[in-house]
């Protein structure tokens, strides 16, 4: 079964400092790796995804993220945060094996102060 | 495209009333999943389908649950009867594979 594991219920960063936020996973086969931000009262949104080439991921709104295979980790980065990051963010994987079904993250819920 | 739509967008009922929640996806998408949202449980997935058949139903809470994609662009996710512990924000999301989800803007469910 596939499985994808947020560590930190919560970060909290200082505005200007670097903002990581961690995630593992298991799937069987290649993974499909994805991010996703959510604020209050929306829906989730999308962010950037792995799903071939290069390790390191660009994303929206100065976010990346790096595929690291032999850990099996995902952690996404931004190397300056912004008060307006603070959201919870969602990591999901999806592999054929298991009929490709999308699984997420519990969360982390990002705080940038100012 | 407008994205994914799901009405009605806030749902109050009573107890023991059936409640349905739709979901149009995004046109060309084959893939359209059902998640439910809590504080407790986080986002747990419900359902999915595949060129509207359903593939995994695993995550349906009880028999009370039920969804149904009679089309490419319709889906419905139905609770009969409804009970307060239900209450939560269902979202619908759709993709191809092996490409991102999107999500619509949730179903606000409060089952009083």
């Known amino acids: 079964a596939q499985s994808v594991a947020q560590p930190e219920d919560q970060v909290n960063v200082a505005e200007g400092n670097p903002l990581t936020v961690k995630c593992t996973y298991s799937v069987s086969g290649n993974p499909y790796l994805f991010w996703y931000v959510q604020y209050p009262n929306r829906g989730l949104q999308f962010l950037l995804k792995?799903?071939?080439?290069?390790?390191l991921v660009k994303g929206s709104y100065g976010f990346e993220a790096e595929f690291n295979k032999s850990q099996t980790s995902f952690h996404l980065k931004k190397p300056s945060a912004l008060v307006s990051d603070s959201a919870l963010y969602f990591c999901?994987?999806?592999?054929?094996?298991?009929?490709?079904?999308?699984?997420f993250g519990g969360g982390t819920r990002v705080l940038v102060k100012p | 495209d407008a994205g994914v739509i799901q009405s009605p967008r806030h749902e109050v009922t009573e107890m023991g009333q059936e409640v349905t929640l739709r979901c149009k996806p995004i046109s060309g998408h084959d893939y359209l999943f059902w998640y439910r949202q809590t504080m407790m449980r986080g986002l747990e997935l419900l359902i999915y389908f595949n060129n509207n058949v359903p593939i995994d139903d695993s995550g349906m809470p009880e028999d009370r649950f039920s969804a149904k994609m009679p089309n490419a662009s319709f889906s419905t996710l139905k609770i009969q009867p409804s009970e307060p512990r239900d209450s939560a924000v269902y979202f619908c999301?759709?993709?191809?594979?092996?490409?991102?989800?999107?999500f619509g803007q949730g179903t606000r469910l409060t089952v009083v």
């Open positions: 999901a994987v999806r592999g054929r094996a298991a009929g490709n079904k999308l699984t």
């Open positions: 999301a759709s993709t191809s594979f092996p490409g991102e989800a999107f």
């Open positions: 792995y799903i071939t080439g290069d390790n």
